[in-house]
């Protein structure tokens, strides 16, 4: 159809992509750590305390105390280009920006700090793009992660008046495609390692245990990745949870007691984050840093931290997968 002379001009309609990860700082400085962490810590599928109850304490301990050590942990990390999670998430979205053929744009945005993913999705938008897959970057569904992007993902919506058609990526924690990813990397990993593992230990971010109690499926998730990885390794795999906050009961057992039991027994042993789809400060400062000083301060030798899928062939490949499966009848297939 031929637009009238004086029509507003139009792009030609795409297909858009967001992945979306967790976020991070702008720099690994105090100031911009509290900005981050007063954002984080104020959604409230993050912390479900009521506001009356918990912003006090947000605001009069927390951020005075916390921004200090985790910008000293964010400087071990930091690289040239900035926040590891920020620079793999980058690479994860150029890899695949060719992948969904010439009418797909692949961008990315962060739940907290820079790169919002209401600023995404306008850019995506005024770009053409008339539908819109949201890809929270998560294996394991959680409310805490999965729905708050989500979230704010609708909440963005809320405010245009001519929307796209939206999907949103689900959970992939069984997905045979991921664990044969995982299957391959940790293999190959090992492979390179000057010591045979003989414990191979699949540490998942922490969470509250009531988030379990009211019926989160994260716990149980995790559980699931962690069986049919062992089952795809023919090994045993003992399953951790990291990053505890707080004086609150948090799924068990914790990472840190168990890297220092491992060590004191003489295990041999390698971690894998199977939680994370980007290697980020849980996986570099606290697990390869911090889980490997606790390990050896306990008595043990051997360790290693194995890297995250990130932007390797094996990761990409997955991304690909799964993103193409939530495109079907969007885009042709390939």
Partial sequence: MVRPVDHPALPSPKIGVLLVNLGTPDAP?????RRYLAEFLSDRRVVELPPILWQPILRGVVLTTRPRRSAHAYSQIWGERGSPLATITADQAEALASAFGPD???????RYGARSIGERLDAMKAAGCERILIAPMYPQYSGATTASVNDA?????????????????????????????????IQGQIAKLDFVPDTLVASFHGMPLSTLMKGDPYHCQCQKTARLLG????????VSFQSRLGRAQWLEPPTDMTLAALGAEGRKVAVVMPGFIADNLE??????????????????????????????ADGVALLRHLIARELEGWVAPA
């Avoid at 400085?29 to 750590?33: G, L, Q, R």
């Avoid at 089952?231 to 003992?238: C, K, M, Q, S, V």
Wanted: aromatic share 8%.
């Fill in 104 to 110: 797909a744009i692949v961008d990315y945005a962060m």
């Fill in 29 to 33: 400085t105090i100031p911009a750590v």
């Fill in 153 to 185: 993902a609708f909440a963005a919506l809320a405010a245009m008046r001519w929307q796209p058609a939206i999907r949103t990526l689900p959970p992939w924690h069984d997905d045979p495609a991921f664990i044969d990813a995982l299957k391959a990397s």
């Fill in 283 to 312: 996986t570099l400062e606290e697990i390869a840093l911090r889980g490997r000083e606790t390990f050896i301060d306990a008595g043990g030798k051997d360790f290693a931290a194995l890297t995250c899928l990130n932007a390797d």
């Fill in 231 to 238: 089952e795809a390794l023919d090994r045993d795999i003992i």
